[in-house]
């Protein structure tokens, strides 16, 4: 999910690795113009044949390398726009050295059965099914911005046991954008009961990581008659149940530039993709991404895999995309649902999280007739990777209990 304080910095991040690769280039350009010189002498034969052109002539130079290597003018710039450059094009490998290799590392892994739903709108939704058919089931629902293969360690810890519905939301990761743009969380809850034929009306819990949560919501709200019947529970991972700038750190400042300012730069996003697409790329090089991440999703026991699986989701979505989706969760509002949701849900987040904060999960609680919190620590917005095991667990345990196997 992609919040007004990730969102400024992500922007202020990507205009600085634009820049940064901007300015190596220039200190390279003038190191070279500094390579050719032009020295002003006077043509010997002026005096004698004066018609055959101008008294003072501009005779090119080259400099030698020994020259180049005693003249500062020209080798501060060239060190500074290499160094620029290499820090542009591999920084990241340097940043990565600051945070610990776990022992199972997580990958973009798409290993289970594929199938290719069509959604309320005619959008193709890849799917992806995991574990043993006759298996208790649970339907993921992965954040904004990333895809289901964010799940992988719910695939590692699960699927031995679980039968595992995992997709793409539109847009995003294998599934197609909408024919008219319209991403908003009533379609894709729509799509979510598309999804559900999957299961070939067994019961099954929703499992909603960030706007999946939100998405489970509106599912709620649009399809009752499936609670306590087909949707045995609900488990909500580090997410709202309102528009995501009123949960999220400094919400009175982000509520305060939403019209202003983060709107108008969602927009310019959508309008110029490629160009934003390209600054998330240099900043996952340059490993600005790592450390954006590291502050503002982790809660500090993030390994080097986790960092580099979120980072890369940052330029492999598609900007547009994920602007509009902000947009529409700018607009979105599930509070008056909460008290009808009768059906046990199981709510997890993390202590140190800021997109979402955990108020938003105990306001969840305590207005939800069935539900359970669980806070994590340490964990931020991305606990299904960082505290997966707790995570996985409490899944587990819940679903067992729900779905009475």
Known sequence: MILPIPLRVGFFVGLLSLALFGIGIYLLYRAARRCVRYDLVRRPDFDTYPERGP???????????NEA??????????????????????????????????NDEPVAMRTGSATEI???????????????????????????????????????HLADRFRLILW??????ESTQPEDRNFALERMASDLRSVLSLAKGKPVVLVGHSIGG???????????????????????????????????????????IQKPIAEPILHGMIFLS??????????????????????????????????????????????????????????WDASPVLPRVNTPVLILVGQQDTTTLPTASEHMQKTMPQAK?????????????????TYDAALAQFALARLKL
């Not at 020209?74 to 050295?97: E, N, S």
């Open 55 to 65: 008294e003072i002539l501009a005779v090119r130079h080259t400099v030698t390398s």
């Open 69 to 102: 290597l005693h003249d500062w003018a020209i080798m501060i710039p060239l060190i500074a726009g290499l160094a620029l450059l290499l820090l542009t094009f591999a920084g990241r490998h340097l940043v990565k050295l600051a945070f610990p290799v776990g």
């Open 118 to 156: 069509t959604g309320s709108d005619g959008t193709k939704i890849h799917v992806e099914l995991y574990g043993p058919a006759d298996g208790p089931t649970l339907v993921f629902t992965h954040g904004w911005g990333t895809n289901s293969t964010e799940w992988y360690y719910a695939k590692r």
């Open 168 to 173: 793409d939301l539109p847009g995003l990761g």
């Open 214 to 256: 939100m998405i489970n919501l509106t599912f709620c709200r649009l399809y009752p008659g499936l609670l306590g019947t087909q949707i045995a529970g609900i488990a909500q991972l580090d997410t709202s149940y309102t528009n995501p700038v009123r949960t999220t750190k400094g919400s009175a400042f982000s509520l305060s």
């Open 274 to 331: 490629p160009l934003v697409r390209l600054t998330n790329w240099l900043s996952y090089e340059n490993g600005l991404s790592y450390l954006e991440n590291a502050h503002s999703l982790s809660g500090g026991s993030e390994t080097r895999g986790q960092l580099d699986l979120v980072s890369r989701y940052q330029f492999e979505s598609s900007p547009a995309v994920v602007a509009r989706g902000t947009l529409a969760m700018f607009h």
């Open 373 to 389: 919190l669980q806070m994590v620590n340490p964990s931020a917005h991305y606990g299904l990777l960082e505290q997966n095991l």
